[in-house]
Nanobody
């Protein structure tokens, strides 16, 4: 059974950092381009970052470029999102998924607040 489990969210002050993890199982993780999305209350889901299957190509939304880093460990079937210099505007539920198929997890809440 396909399963994606996000973790690592929490409450941080502006300027702080968090590292999100996404543990995948039930599919061949290493061949899929993966992505992080986020959704704030009342807003549409937003693409945050993508990473190709080997990790050789990464793309970021302009709003997070230079602050967030997407990475993956195919041996552990895990996707990561390192978030630095967090802003209040980054507050959202963060989800990971394949790009080509909707293998969504439950999301992890990130709250940036003073």
């Amino acid at each position: 059974q396909v399963q994606v489990v996000e973790s690592g969210g929490g409450l941080v002050q502006p300027g702080g950092s968090l590292r999100l993890s996404c543990a995948a199982s039930g599919f061949t993780f290493s061949i899929y381009t993966m992505a992080w999305f986020r959704q704030a209350p009342g807003k549409e889901r937003e693409l945050v970052a993508t990473i190709t299957s080997s990790g050789g190509s990464r793309d970021y939304a302009p709003s997070v470029k230079g602050r967030f880093t997407i990475s993956r460990d195919n041996a552990k079937n895990t996707l990561y999102l390192q978030m630095n210099s967090l802003k209040v505007e980054d507050t959202a539920v963060y989800y990971c998924s394949t790009v080509s198929r909707g293998f969504w997890g439950q999301g992890t809440q990130v709250t940036v607040s003073s």
